[in-house]
């Protein structure tokens, strides 16, 4: 509990987003491959695509969602943290943690990043 705890701590003073934390909100989401437990999605179909290009997916293989959070956990993050699989790992068991049901990633440029935690 003292990692946990710690971390969280330092979350809160710096990249937590108060005013949006256990909002609910609706959004529309593109998502590329099988939903599983825990699921990143892309504001941007765009982004979605290229993802799925990289991985040798198609057009086809992007798919539209509507998400759904009553009580998200919303992180302000820097574009070079976002693709930081130990960051976001230690978001998702913060989120996990605190029961929340998802959470928000959003970089500067307010482009925003979804993960469903079931």
């Given at each position: 509990m003292g990692k946990f705890r710690k971390i969280f701590e330092a979350l809160t003073e710096a990249d937590i987003s108060k005013s949006d934390t256990s909002k609910p909100?609706?959004?529309i989401a593109y998502?590329?491959?099988?939903v599983k437990p825990i699921s990143f999605y892309a504001k941007s179909k765009t982004y979605a695509l290229e993802y799925a290009l990289s991985k040798e997916g198609t057009e086809d293989d992007v798919?539209?969602?509507k998400l759904?959070?009553?009580?998200p956990l919303v992180i302000d993050v820097e574009d070079k943290e976002f693709g930081d699989a130990t960051k976001e790992g230690e978001y998702i068991d913060i989120a996990i943690k605190g029961?929340?049901?998802g959470l928000i990633f959003r970089t500067?440029?307010?482009d925003e990043f979804y993960v469903t935690i079931k």
């Open positions: 909100i609706s959004v998502r590329y491959g099988k798919h539209e969602y759904n959070f009553k009580n029961n929340f049901d500067k440029d307010k």
